[in-house]
Each structure stands twice: as C-alpha cells, then as structure tokens.
C-alpha cells in the first residue's frame, strides 16, 4: 500500500500558545501576514465552578482524500501525490491564478505574494529529508499534532488512528467533503467554520467538459487559456488573496 | 555536534520516558529512529548546520539546536535531549531568529545629546562610551560613595557579572528584575519550608491553581507536565482566576474568585483540613510545627465566611477541601510565580503553603519538591571594601523581609526620588525596562530625572534606553559566549546548559561582560574581570564529570540526583528547624506568623481594579516589537465586562480613556465575559514611548503607565492589582 501522510490531532490537549503557527511561519518563510496553518478557538461563555468550556483546535491543510483544490487547478500544479497521498504544489506549473484559494473549505492557501504562486502546508519535506518532523509537529508543547503516515500500522500516527477508529472526527463542510487526511481525537471545536468550496464557474465548465481521467492533461494543455482568465481573476477578485481569519 | 536525524525520540516516547521519571535513561537511551518520517530521507546531506544553544526568549532557557545555513540561523527547533522543556520551544523561542535579525536593534553606541526623551542621538565609538561611562561611575563614586551607583540586571546568564560588577566597585545596591515578579512566593514558600520548592506537576493527580495562569505564563515543564497530568494520568485541575484564562477554560473547575481573596479561600481548606482531621496527623507532627496555634487560629476562617468573603460557595469549598486532601500527598495547591499582585501577598501565599504542609504534599512524587544539587560551581572573589560605604542598601529597612540579593525596584526608586538614606545619582541597566514592567512609568520618569548618569544596555531600544544618556547595543543570546547556568524543575531535570555563539555578533554589539570588562580596566578593577566566560564556564564545571562532553554532544549535562526523600534526615532551613505553620521569625520580628486576612481595599466608587498578566505570545516587554510575535499579538486592550461596558456605553473595539491615579492611558475595549463585572484586564509592553520600536511606539497601552506602586509589606514585591481605573468612552 501506498503511503498517506496524515496529522492526527488531540485537539484536547491544545494551549493555544500557536508554537506551530510561528515554527511554520520561521521554516517555510511564510510572508508576514499570511499563514500555513491555524490554531482556532472555541470559548464559550464560561460558567462558575464548571469544567472551562475552551477549546483550541489546531489545523493545516488536510491533505484530503477528495481535495477541491485539485479540481479548481487548471494546470495540474496542484496534485495529490499517489507516493505519499500529500496534496502539493508545482510551483512551475502553477500560474498564480487563484482558483485554488477558494476551492479550499478550510482557508489553507494563499496566494504568496512574492513568487506570486499557490501556497500551503507541504509537510516540511526539507525538514523530513533530515529526519525530522514537520515544524508544528516537533515545536508543540503538549504534543496535540502527530504526524505520519496512517497506511503504515507501526507508525505512531497509524496507531492513533486504529485505536480511535470509534472517535475520530473529521472537521468538514457537508457540501464539500473533501474527507481530509486531518483528524481530530474525539470532541474538537469549533466545527461550523469550514466553507463550502468555490470552484470558479470557467474552470468548472472546463473541468466538467471533459471525463476525470483527462482533466489534468486538458488543463495542462489549457494553460494558455488560464493564464489569461487568471489574470482577469486576479484583477478582479484580489479580496481572496488578503489572509484568512485565523481565528 | 553529531548527526541528529537518526537519534531522535518520537514525541510520545520522549514523553513517556520522562513521565515514567526515567529522565536519564531516556537521555541516554534516545535510539527510537523517528518512525515514519523518513520516508523522504536519501543521501542528501543536511542543508545547515545544527548547533545547540540555549533559549533566551523568556527566563525558561529552554534547550534548542540553532539550524544556520550559510551563516544565517534560519530555524530553531527545539533540543529533544532537553527534557526540562519536554522537547518543545514555544512561539517565543521559534521567534529568536526574529530578535536576531530585528532591524530596529541597536547596532552602536548611542550618547544622548538633545533633552532626555526628546530622542536625539549621537553615534559614537566603543572607546569613547566606555570612557565616558567610566568617568562618570568615577565621578559618582566619588562625590556620592560608591553606593551611590544602581545596578539593575534583567533575566540574562551574563547578569552576574553585572552583580560581580558592582560588589567589586563598591555598591550594594543591585536590584534583579524579581521584585516586580515572584519574591512574595519565594518569600512565602521559603518561610514554611525553607526553600523555594518546584512542583512535581507530572505525577500529581489534583492540582488547585490560584493566583497562576500556566498555560499561558508558560513555565516549563509546569505547563507541559500540567496538560500530561491531566490528558494522560486523569489529574484534575481546579482554578481559581477572577479572569477566565486559558488555563481556566481547559479547567476541570473554574471559579472566579474575588480579586484579592485567595487568602480567605486557602484558610477556609486549612479549616475543613483541621476539623474534618484530613491531614496526615504523624507525618505533620514529625515535620512540622505549629498545628495547634493554626487550628486554633483558622478555627473562625469557616467555609461560610470565606464564601462571603471570596464568592466562590461553602458547600465547593469543602469539598475541594476534601478531595485535595483524598488526592494528598499526590496533590498540590500550585505555588505558582509572578505573585506581584498585593499588598501581603507573602501572607496570601504562606496560606498556599500551609495547606500543602498540612497535606504532607512534600519531597515526594505529585507534591512540592526540594532543590537538588547540580553541582555547578561559583568561581568566587574577594571585593574589595570601601570604608566610606554607608552601611546598607539604599532601599533597606522599608520591607523587613527584603531579599538583600534582589532589592526592591519600588523601594529604591523611592529612595533615588528621596535622596534618602543618602544620594543615589548613577544607575546601570542592563536588559530590563521598569519604564514598561514597574508600576507608576510617570513616578520612574521622575526618578530618572534625578539622575546624574544613566547607561542602558539592551538588545532595542527600550522605553528604559530611551531615556538614558548612553546606550550600548548587546547581542542576542545567538551571537555570545555565556556562562554555564544550572535549571531545574519537578522531577524533570536537575541539569546545566550554556551558550557559544551560533552566530557572530552583529552590527557593533558586544555582551554585557565585555562591557563590565571594559569598565573595570578604566577603573581600576582590571584584576576582577582577568578571565574570558570559557575560563570561567571551565571552572564552574570543574569537578562534574562528562559535562563538558555532555554540553557538546547533547546541549545538555545532567546531574544524577535523589528526586525524592531528599529532606529525609535532613533539617528544615527555618528557624524551628521544620517546616513552618507556624513562622517564629516573623513572629519574634512582630509581623503576623500565621496568614491573617483582611479584605482586599475598595477602591473610589464606580472604579475598576486592574489587574495584568500573560499571553503565551509575549514576555513581560521584551517581545511585543519582535516582527513575529507582533504578528502573532499585535496589540493590547482593555478587557472589559459587557455590563461595565453597557453602563459607560463603550461597545467592543472602541477607544477607552483609562485613568488611575498614576496616570492615563488609551486603547481599544475588548466587551467579554472572561473578566467579571468591577475587573479590567490588559497585556503588557504596548504602548511604548520608543520610537524605534516600530510595531508599538504609539501602539496600545502600558500597563506601567496606570498601575499605581504599591508593594507587598513583608517582601517589598511590587503590589500590581492594588489599582483602580476610571474608564470612559474616547471622545475621538
């Protein structure tokens, strides 16, 4: 079997002290105002001598099974690689067009307003190549964020998901399940935040003109075409390219 | 340093190595390959370097490996050897490259030359500063005795050179940042038992925190341990927080306590502990002294009436009283740190102490725990005398109880202000800024005033530096040599860690030490700074066997140690030679021996206490214009209750005037439950009057600016909830 890189995540154990959200922000460069992954917050109005009702859920990419993105790409820049099940981006063949961002329910991309391309959470493989866990991963304090790969039993993520097969909960939104490869151990919160995807009616059309096996050529070969309809995207839509409410 | 990839803990192993307190051998042991995270590894060779170093982002000095690619540090993880962090660094450690490469540090000597505040300076050379702070020390000395030189030095491993600084010159009066921070609660904890205890989070099964906020005021490995205790071992934890904090909202139990009524809630437990006999009778008559003279005086301080007092109900009362009781010894009420809040809080927290001697929750596993030798030596010297020395500190005799090593920041400052006991003219700083963290910013501009020498070193820029007449620019800790520095904490670690320089220093920086060596050869001290920090770290290690191969191999030397029992035997450093109920030295000194509450000052009618306190984002002031951090918390408000803010008609995000009696201050309104009705909250380091600090000159509020300078009467800690506001809607 192939791998599936997966986080599995207690969001329980959770602080909110965003470690993660400064490691990834140092290892990947992230320009300022912008961000791979989140922790976000569930506080209830407290009750006096009750159990506190605050939640903090931390989040990424989910590299799903079903990634919208893919589909809304009109070059094949973002693909979900077969070897690894890790959705990624080919910075020489994405054109910056942004259709991606709002085909994300979970707000996991953005625009990098250098390189003017796609990005988003790649599970640090320079770090991996060393041996070393994704930077949210190694930095977490109460170890909520475990990393692996789910296919493989011995792997500790593998074995957190076998165990907790009756508690796992994938945070979706039921008009677009993209079924994420990020699970969440039991009650997480909040979960009414994941958006239904927007994928932009030309490249719908596009994409649903011809049969799922040979979109990605067809996008390929659509290229010219993109470009242009990116631009006019772009020029028209910036508003998808400022940072997400992290929250 | 070795290849790491193919030694690494997984994260669970690691963590369950040191909860099953088997820290040495997990330290030793570390062979677990990372499992499943190498399927990307080919022959590549690592793109950087790795080197160990020693956070210095907060005071937690959290072990790290620096990653420096063409020497630049472009990523620090944290060291998984270092097990008194758990193997993690916090957004405030992965933000030292941002303190590093801060574009608005100091890069030279700065001597001001417009009006102090006014900002106007002139770049000039290291030889011309150092002379020109030489003479000026010279100067002060002479006309004014050597005391009449101030030293105050931050949290740094190079602060005891400054302290080493101004004994060999001739001053006793050195103030340490932890008058506006934790002396009350050493104070406390070191009149019961004698020392100052570390709490064995880890492996407790009920922990009660008041006056504490541990999952944001990260305090390693309290916080870490606290979330494994609780997640893993099914330990309970019970919070007392007028505020609903982070720590309150992941509670078991929360109840928002009255501000400044701890106190009576603790005696109430020492109460249902006595009557209901669930303390450990043979263990408290061997141990301690003082039971019938506690009983006897907690005999009034009955659930009821703490209720009235503190709010929190009778009935939960007794009953945390007998849970904590059923869960002793493996049990705590949680000393916790900064505990610069009120006027007695060393008697507040002496309550917290008694209950866990009642409880016997002592020197074993889930309760207090004793200090352990690291064995790190002190290279010692003798200062010379000076006999026209007066015959104390400037700020002695005020507090009765003061720490002679630490001082008292508001003390002294009354003292400068004064003149009295006698002229205090210069003042040292090195890396703290009480412009932003002491109370009363418009009483230590004044003080400032009066000064006929100020030099400030620091890393920026600070509201401190600003007002001084020389700055000099200090590297961050990525760029020095430091000392070798002992850490411990719970059952996680009694270990040493140092600091070489992963980095050269940048721009004209130069550490503190090469400062105060250069100042000692000006003045005539040249034989008590004839060392480098390598000989020095050499001969504090000199007898522990592998540190130093330690310190190189893994970025982290441990002592093996007793964790437990280590007072078996042993006496008590009190002076009944036991732990202490009842406190006979305050007792002879006519200060209260056993806590007796009063209730917390009320302030004018329709004012508002204020009280402060931590994120998990910043440190004290030091971090709020780091690029990252600010981006993580950008600013401050004034959280504000939504019935408050319906009577003054101030809706979320508006701009609040607030005043006090030491000064006013504007920012945004943040409408939320999590303060109660009569309580306002805010973060500190905004607000900064420092140009330089461009993400929050102007930016926010400092909470130096409206706290007004009580301090705690036995300690002479800062008293920093003593302060009520007067809050209206901005006009503009």
């Given at each position: 079997m192939s791998a599936q890189y997966a986080m599995i995540i207690d969001s329980s154990r959770c602080i909110d002290c965003r470690a993660c959200v400064a490691a990834c922000k140092v290892a990947n460069k992230v320009p300022e105002g912008f961000w791979r992954n989140w922790v976000k917050q569930s506080l209830p109005v407290p009750v006096a001598g009750k159990p506190g009702r605050g939640h903090f859920q931390p989040g990424a990419c989910m590299h799903c099974e079903k990634p919208s993105c893919v589909t809304a790409c009109p070059t094949g820049a973002t693909y979900k690689d077969a070897s690894d099940g890790i959705v990624k981006i080919d910075p020489k063949l994405c054109i910056g067009c942004g259709n991606c961002i709002p085909a994300c329910p979970y707000g996991a991309r953005y625009r990098d307003?250098?390189?003017?391309?796609?990005?988003?959470?790649?599970?640090?493989?320079?770090?991996?190549?060393?041996?070393?866990?994704?930077?949210?991963?190694?930095?977490?304090?109460?170890?909520?964020?475990?990393?692996?790969d789910v296919n493989d039993p011995e792997s500790e993520a593998g074995r957190l998901l076998r165990a907790n097969t009756n508690r796992l909960v994938r945070v979706v939104n039921t008009k677009t399940d993209t079924q994420p490869h990020m699970y969440y151990l039991a009650a997480t919160a909040p979960l009414d935040w994941p958006a239904e995807a927007v994928i932009r009616p030309p490249m719908a059309a596009l994409i649903k003109a011809v049969t799922p096996g040979v979109s990605a050529l067809v996008g390929l070969a659509a290229v010219g075409v993109a470009v242009m309809a990116g631009r006019e995207f772009l020029a028209g839509k910036s508003k998808d390219h400022e940072p997400r409410d992290r929250s | 340093m070795p290849d790491q990839s193919h030694r690494r803990l997984t994260r669970r192993s690691f963590l369950k190595a040191a909860c099953a307190g088997t820290a040495l051998a997990a330290a030793a042991g570390q062979t677990k390959v990372l499992s499943g995270l190498v399927a990307e590894a080919g022959a590549a060779a690592a793109p950087w370097q790795s080197k160990f170093s020693a956070c210095d982002m907060c005071f937690n000095r959290c072990g790290l490996i620096a990653r420096v690619e063409n020497g630049v540090v472009t990523k620090l993880d944290p060291n998984p050897k270092f097990l008194k962090s758990r193997g993690m660094l916090c957004a405030k450690g992965n933000a030292g490259i941002a303190q590093l490469y801060d574009p608005n540090r100091l890069k030279y000597p700065l001597k001001r030359v417009g009006a102090r505040g006014e900002g106007k300076w002139q770049r000039i050379g290291w030889d011309e500063a150092l002379d020109l702070a030489a003479s000026k020390m010279k100067e002060i000395g002479e006309k004014h005795t050597r005391c009449g030189m101030?030293?105050?030095?931050?949290?740094?491993?190079?602060?005891?050179?400054?302290?080493?600084?101004?004994?060999?010159?001739?001053?006793?009066?050195?103030?340490?940042?932890?008058?506006?921070?934790?002396?009350?609660?050493?104070?406390?904890?070191?009149?019961?038992?004698?020392?100052?205890?570390?709490?064995?989070?880890?492996?407790?099964?009920?922990?009660?925190?008041?006056?504490?906020?541990?999952?944001?005021?990260?305090?390693?490995?309290?916080?870490?341990?606290?979330?494994?205790?609780?997640?893993?071992?099914?330990?309970?934890?019970?919070?007392?927080?007028?505020?609903?904090?982070?720590?309150?909202?992941?509670?078991?139990?929360?109840?928002p306590i009255r501000p400044g009524t701890d106190m009576a809630f603790m005696l109430a437990l020492s109460h249902v502990i006595i009557t209901e006999n669930l303390y450990d009778a043979a263990w408290v008559a061997e141990k301690t002294s003082g039971l019938e003279e506690l009983a006897a005086h907690v005999a009034r301080y009955n659930p009821e009436w703490a209720e009235a007092e503190c709010g929190v109900p009778a009935a939960d009362i007794r009953r945390i009283a007998r849970e904590l009781a059923a869960a002793a010894p493996e049990a705590m009420v949680y000393p916790g740190r900064r505990s610069s809040d009120y006027e007695n809080s060393t008697q507040i927290r002496r309550s917290f102490a008694i209950v866990n001697a009642l409880l016997a929750n002592w020197d074993r596993p889930g309760g207090l725990l004793g200090a352990r030798e690291v064995g790190l030596k002190k290279p010692g010297y003798d200062a010379p005398w000076y006999d026209d020395n007066p015959p104390e500190r400037a700020d002695a005799g005020r507090a009765p109880m003061m720490f002679e090593e630490d001082g008292s920041y508001v003390l002294m400052r009354e003292a400068v202000l004064s003149g009295e006991p006698y002229p205090v003219k210069g003042w040292f700083v090195f890396k703290t800024n009480p412009m932003q963290t002491a109370p009363d910013q418009g009483k230590t501009r004044r003080m400032i005033d009066t000064l006929d020498f100020m030099v400030v070193v620091d890393i920026t820029m600070s509201d401190t530096a600003y007002l001084a007449d020389l700055i000099l620019p200090a590297p961050s800790y990525l760029e020095r040599c430091d000392p070798a520095t002992?850490?411990?904490?719970?059952?996680?670690?009694?270990?040493?860690?140092?600091?070489?320089?992963?980095?050269?220093?940048?721009?004209?920086?130069?550490?503190?030490?090469?400062?105060?060596?250069?100042?000692?050869?000006?003045?005539?001290?040249?034989?008590?700074?004839?060392?480098?920090?390598?000989?020095?770290?050499?001969?504090?290690?000199?007898?522990?066997?592998?540190?130093?191969?330690?310190?190189?191999?893994?970025?982290?030397?441990?002592?093996?140690?007793?964790?437990?029992?280590?007072?078996?035997?042993?006496?008590?450093?009190?002076?009944?030679?036991?732990?202490?109920?009842?406190?006979?030295?305050?007792?002879?000194?006519?200060?209260?021996?056993?806590?007796?509450?009063?209730?917390p000052k009320k302030g004018p009618d329709k004012a508002l206490r204020?009280?402060?306190?931590?994120?998990?984002?910043?440190?004290?002031?030091?971090?709020?214009?780091?690029?990252?951090?600010?981006?993580?918390?950008?600013?401050?408000?004034?959280?504000?209750?939504?019935?408050?803010?319906?009577?003054?008609?101030?809706?979320?995000?508006?701009?609040?005037?607030?005043?006090?009696?030491?000064?006013?201050?504007?920012?945004?309104?943040?409408?939320?439950?999590?303060?109660?009705?009569?309580?306002?909250?805010?973060?500190?380091?905004?607000?900064?009057?420092?140009?330089?600090?461009?993400?929050?000159?102007?930016?926010?509020?400092?909470?130096?600016?409206?706290?007004?300078?009580?301090?705690?009467?036995?300690?002479?800690?800062?008293?920093?909830?003593?302060?009520?506001?007067?809050?209206?809607?901005?006009?503009?």
């Open positions: 307003p250098v390189r003017r391309i796609a990005d988003k959470c790649n599970y640090c493989p320079e770090r991996r190549a060393q041996g070393l866990a994704p930077a949210c991963v190694d930095t977490c304090p109460t170890k909520a964020r475990v990393f692996g | 101030w030293f105050t030095a931050g949290s740094d491993l190079q602060s005891q050179f400054v302290t080493r600084f101004a004994e060999v010159y001739g001053s006793f009066n050195v103030t340490s940042h932890e008058s506006l921070c934790l002396l009350s609660n050493n104070r406390a904890f070191l009149d019961t038992f004698g020392e100052v205890p570390f709490a064995d989070v880890l492996n407790s099964k009920y922990i009660l925190m008041a006056g504490a906020n541990r999952f944001e005021a990260l305090v390693t490995p309290d916080s870490i341990d606290l979330m494994t205790a609780m997640r893993e071992k099914g330990a309970k934890l019970v919070v007392l927080d007028p505020r609903y904090t982070k720590t309150a909202a992941l509670a078991d139990e929360w109840y002992a850490l411990q904490g719970s059952s996680a670690c009694a270990c040493v860690v140092q600091r070489d320089p992963v980095v050269p220093a940048l721009f004209e920086s130069r550490p503190v030490f090469d400062i105060l060596k250069g100042l000692a050869g000006r003045l005539d001290l040249a034989e008590f700074f004839d060392f480098d920090i390598e000989t020095y770290r050499a001969q504090q290690l000199a007898g522990l066997t592998g540190a130093k191969e330690a310190l190189e191999q893994d970025g982290v030397y441990y002592n093996p140690s007793k964790v437990y029992g280590i007072y078996e035997g042993r006496i008590y450093k009190t002076l009944s030679q036991r732990i202490e109920l009842f406190n006979k030295r305050y007792d002879q000194m006519g200060l209260d021996p056993l806590p007796v509450y009063s209730p204020l009280v402060v306190g931590r994120s998990a984002i910043h440190t004290q002031s030091s971090t709020q214009d780091n690029a990252l951090l600010n981006e993580l918390e950008p600013t401050n408000a004034l959280w504000l209750n939504p019935a408050d803010a319906a009577g003054l008609n101030v809706a979320d995000g508006e701009a609040v005037e607030v005043a006090s009696s030491a000064g006013k201050g504007r920012l945004p309104a943040r409408v939320t439950p999590d303060v109660p009705p009569g309580l306002v909250y805010m973060a500190t380091g905004f607000g900064s009057i420092s140009p330089t600090l461009t993400h929050i000159h102007g930016n926010g509020c400092s909470i130096a600016s409206l706290l007004a300078d009580g301090y705690d009467a036995i300690s002479g800690n800062a008293a920093l909830h003593e302060t009520f506001v007067t809050v209206t809607r901005s006009a503009s």
